[in-house]
Structures are given as structure tokens and as C-alpha cells.
């Protein structure tokens, strides 16, 4: 019977890992990786593990041996899936990649998520919409009404709000065939002056770091024209990949533009902010007449 430090990097289940082991392509199984454990971490496994070790990945092996020897225990949250995305994310560089865990492994011990009561008392701000067109839940964040009506210590607790309902939708909406998720960022009443600089930023840091390749889309609409320079200069946090995924949708046709996107369109209230919008354009036209008025008719 192999010891409990021995075991605690493996799934409680090796039968069935093994078994969905054995149906991935990915997985080179003729090939035999115990040789990069020492001896002593070989000792009194079962015939189980040994055989679960020896299908895994090169990378997935490595990792668990490296946590193992600095006695790190990594989560059932971060399963081989999970570890997939970030090994990905590394770029295949090993170094970055056990550093990333590590440092996501920390963050999960120290991180509260809040709980879906919580969560449901900041539903107006930051909330699922179904699913677009390419399957993938929808994250509404309502991040120019965050800044205009919140004051710091609130903005605090939306950007934890954000980062639980990622949490929640990766946990229990992604689909298996597409596990990417769609975030739709509404700058409605956007101000450079009541903009939550640092939370943003924050927030941005943590979904890329704890996330990786969990974005399929960034929608950015309703960006008002006096806070555009201010987004823009925001992007530079974003990483290549991050970036790739932005799509940047035009004040005045952003209905036309998420219609091909959504089959049922997230609910956009008008704000104050078109209202005055009309109304410069009303009296533009108002204006535009008298003059013609005065000097041609």
C-alpha cells in the first residue's frame, strides 16, 4: 500500500483516469516515463499508480514530480484539463509552466470566491446571458455602471464578483466541446474620471494568470467617445493571445454588429448618456436649419 504523500498529486479515481487516459490520442502510451521519478518516490506504489504514470504525458509527469518533491498538493480543481490550458500557455516552456501553477495553486488557497447568494446581490452588474452563437456561456460585466455608482471598497468586491462568476461559469456552464466562454464588456456611462483604474487592471491580471485559454471573446461596446483613448490605453495589459480575442464594436452599430453573435440579445438599458446623445444630435439638425433659414431661403 503506497503512503498518502506519495498519492497526493494523483486522482482519487486512477481506474477511470487511466481508462480516459487510454482514449486520448495525445497521450503517447508505448512510452514509459518512470524513469524520471527517483527511486524512493517509485516505493510502495501500487500497481495502479505505476501503471497511471507510465501514460501520462512528459510534461504531466514532470509537474507532479517536482510538486512532489516540494510537497505540494495540487487541488482537484486543477485537473489534467486544467493543467493542459496552462501548459499551453506556457508555450511548451516547462519552467514557466510549473511557475504558473505554483503560483495559481497559492492564489487558490489564499482566493474567496463568493458564494451564489452573493453573487446574486450584484446580479445587475456582472451576470450570465445564455450562450452565443458558437456555444460559449456569455459574462455580461457592466463595467462603465461599476465605475460611475461604486464607491473603492465596492469596486474591490466587484472585481471579486467578476472573477467568482468565471469561477462559477467554468465550473458548471462551459461545454466540453467548446470549454471557452464569451465575455461581452458594457462601457455605458464609462468616465475617465470615475473609472476604477487599478480594479480593472487587478482583475485583468487574475483572469490571465489563473484562466489560461479560457476566452473565446472579448466584446467591448458602448465605449462612450470621451473615454476611448482611456480603453485603448488599457489594452496594453492584455496579452498577444488576450488581444487576439478582442473585438472592439462601434457605439452606433453595436446591435447590428452582437446580432451575429447572439441569437437573443443581452438587454442593454438606455442610459442618460443616449438620451443626451439625441438630443445633441436634435438640436445639430435645429441648428442646421436656421442657418439655412437665415441665409438661403
Not at 474567496?112 to 446580479?123: F, P, R
Not at 461604486?150 to 462568476?165: H, I, K, N, T
Request: with cysteine.
Amino acid at each position: 500500500m503506497g503512503s498518502t504523500k506519495h498519492r497526493q498529486n494523483y486522482p482519487k479515481n486512477l481506474d477511470i483516469d487511466l481508462r480516459n487516459a487510454h482514449s486520448k490520442k495525445s497521450i503517447y502510451i508505448s512510452r514509459c516515463y518512470l524513469f524520471r521519478w527517483s527511486p524512493n518516490s517509485l516505493l510502495g506504489r501500487s500497481a495502479t499508480e505505476l501503471l497511471f504514470m507510465s501514460v501520462m504525458e512528459d510534461w504531466l509527469v514532470s509537474l507532479y514530480s517536482e510538486l512532489e518533491e516540494k510537497g505540494i498538493t495540487i487541488p482537484e480543481r486543477l485537473n489534467e484539463d486544467e493543467l493542459r490550458r496552462f501548459h499551453d500557455a506556457s508555450g511548451s516552456d516547462f519552467a514557466k509552466f510549473l511557475s504558473s501553477v505554483e503560483k495559481t495553486i497559492q492564489w487558490r488557497r489564499k482566493y474567496i470566491m463568493l458564494s451564489q447568494q452573493e453573487l446574486d446581490a450584484w446580479g445587475n452588474l456582472v451576470f450570465w446571458h445564455g450562450s452565443d452563437v458558437m456555444q460559449r456561456p456569455t459574462l455580461v460585466v457592466r463595467i462603465g455602471l461599476a465605475g460611475s455608482t461604486l464607491d473603492s471598497d465596492d469596486q474591490l468586491e466587484f472585481a471579486r464578483a467578476v472573477v467568482s462568476q468565471v469561477e462559477y461559469g467554468v465550473v458548471n456552464l462551459v461545454h466540453p466541446e467548446n470549454p471557452h466562454i464569451t465575455v461581452l464588456l458594457d462601457c455605458s456611462r464609462l468616465s475617465p474620471f470615475e473609472f476604477p483604474l487599478q480594479t480593472f487592471k487587478s482583475c485583468v491580471a487574475l483572469l490571465q494568470d489563473h484562466y489560461p485559454n479560457r476566452l473565446g471573446c472579448l466584446l467591448v461596446v458602448r465605449v462612450p467617445s470621451n473615454a476611448k483613448v482611456m480603453t485603448q490605453t488599457l489594452y496594453q495589459d492584455l496579452r498577444p493571445g488576450t488581444m487576439r480575442k478582442l473585438v472592439f464594436v462601434d457605439a452606433f452599430d453595436y446591435t447590428g454588429v452582437l446580432s451575429s453573435y447572439f441569437k437573443d440579445m443581452p438587454d442593454f438599458p438606455t442610459t442618460g448618456e443616449e438620451a443626451i446623445g439625441g438630443i445633441v444630435i436634435l438640436c445639430f439638425f435645429i441648428g442646421l436649419l436656421l442657418f439655412l433659414s437665415l441665409y438661403f431661403l
